[in-house]
């Protein structure tokens, strides 16, 4: 009751010839519209302003799979590996082909057109072959 | 940059192959011109000889000493060899031309050419080229026993202190090498052949180096080679045929755990042995006994050496072909 008595004054109020007045004056003032200049410029350095990246890393899927494959490296790396057969790396190698070499080269001077040495055991000789070399080789020579 | 690189290439190439032309010339059996005139006798007459025997061929190995018997019959650049009933090898034929060598296997039923091995080049030993450090070789003559009843002159062959290297019995009217020994450091023989029997005027048909036997499988040394290649999963590298240096025989032996692919080449007196194994790559240690010399390098997980009677510069070319 007291609201519609409240509004019935308001309206009242904005009947009021100083309302009225008020209304005529601010009506009367020139519309202040957005400059289509100035909205012109601030477009141009809106564009030239960079756009700011987003960081590779800030992305949490690819950070987890950059993750996952970084242990699985780790642990690959960690793992001992097979030891291959290797050959020593002092030299000895390196000395008993070359004695091996001087060796085929006297076997086959000896043989001429006949057999050679290494022809000749492959039908007497039963031994394994990794027992052809050995360092008492190199003094054979 | 594709086009620079082909066209550098081609240039090492092509320099690496007119080396090699120009070493063809150096590789000449010649002996050195201080030889003694017996020793250029038995080298011309090497090939001119006419003759039938029996020959005793020692090799020793480490502990090991292999002795077999041959039956020769030359006829200038022509040579049969066959061998005893009794022996291990009976049955094997060996026919040596100017232009191949073939063996015949009965058991395999194959006959295997390779290139000539030319008998009796022993000029191969004192050949090479001259390598700083090195002394020459010294040459002494003095009557010989007699081997296969027949009058010979001893010429011994030393390095410059004084060690004899070799022992070569020359008859005396015929110069043909009746006997040979190759030594060690220390005196001991590591090769020797002896002829017990020889008749300088044999009954020889053209027949006799001949080999022909329908069925038998032709193979070369490259055939055994890749068979090898394949059987122990080596690389299958050769030195190409543009180098000169013809495959005679290859191998796989074994150094503790680990296999090694040999093939020996030879490009006139030229011996050259390409190693290739599994292991670790190691840095060439410059360790070289006597006068060879040896390049090494590594592809494709694998280790590879050139080791011969050249300069390291020779072999470091033939290796760029391999790498």
């Known amino acids: ?141 | 940059m594709r086009w620079s690189s082909l066209f550098v290439g081609a240039v090492a190439v092509g320099s690496a192959v007119t080396a090699f032309a120009q070493d063809a010339e150096r590789d000449k059996n010649q002996l050195p011109a201080d030889a003694p005139p017996i020793l250029q006798r038995a080298l011309r007459s090497s090939d001119k000889l006419r003759y039938s025997g029996v020959r005793v061929v020692r090799f020793r190995r480490g502990p090991d000493r292999t002795e077999f018997k041959e039956f020769i019959i030359k006829d200038g650049g022509r040579t049969r060899i066959e061998f005893p009933d009794d022996s291990p090898y009976a049955g094997q034929i060996i026919v040596e031309t100017p232009s191949e060598r073939r063996h015949y296997y009965p058991d395999s039923n194959e006959i295997r050419v390779t290139p000539p091995r030319r008998e009796f080049a022993f000029g191969r030993l004192l050949s090479g080229p001259k390598r700083p450090g090195r002394g020459g070789i010294k040459f002494s003559i003095r009557p010989g026993e007699r081997v296969a009843g027949r009058s010979t002159v001893l010429a011994l062959v030393a390095d410059d202190k004084g060690n004899t290297l070799q022992k070569i019995w020359i008859d005396e009217s015929t110069a043909l090498i009746l006997k040979r020994e190759m030594l060690d450091p220390v005196g001991a023989p590591v090769g020797h052949f002896e002829f017990t029997r020889v008749n300088y005027s044999p009954r020889i048909v053209a027949e006799d180096f001949m080999i022909r036997r329908a069925g038998a499988v032709v193979v070369t040394p490259r055939d055994l080679a890749r068979r090898l290649c394949a059987e122990h999963k080596m690389l299958p590298i050769f030195l190409p045929e543009s180098t000169k240096f013809q495959l005679e025989f290859s191998r796989v032996s074994k150094m503790g755990d680990v296999p090694v692919f040999v093939q020996f080449y030879r490009k006139g007196e030229v011996g050259l042995s390409l190693y290739q194994y599994a292991g670790a790559s190691r840095s060439d240690s410059g360790r070289r006994p006597r006068d060879f010399e040896s390049y090494s390098w590594s592809r494709e997980g694998r280790n590879f050496s050139l080791v011969g009677k050249l300069t390291r510069s020779e072999l470091e070319k033939l290796a760029d072909l391999l790498r």
């Open chain 1, 1 to 141: 009751m007291n609201r519609h008595h409240h509004e019935f004054d308001i309206d009242k109020e904005l009947e009021s010839a100083k309302q009225l007045a008020l209304s005529e004056l601010v009506r009367q003032l020139p519309e202040d519209e957005p400059s289509l200049e100035w909205r012109s410029q601030l477009n141009e350095r809106l564009v030239a302003i960079p756009r700011k990246r987003k960081s590779f890393w800030a992305h949490p899927v690819r950070l987890a799979w950059v993750g996952g494959v970084a242990t699985i490296v780790l642990v690959w790396l960690a793992m001992p590996q097979p030891v291959k057969p290797g050959i020593r790396q002092d030299g000895v190698l390196e000395s008993v082909l070359v004695s091996e070499h001087a060796q085929t080269v006297a076997v086959s001077e000896i043989a001429g057109a006949g057999l050679n040495y290494y022809e000749s055991q492959r039908h007497t000789s039963n031994r394994p072959v990794s027992e052809e070399w050995n360092e008492s080789d190199l003094d054979t020579l």
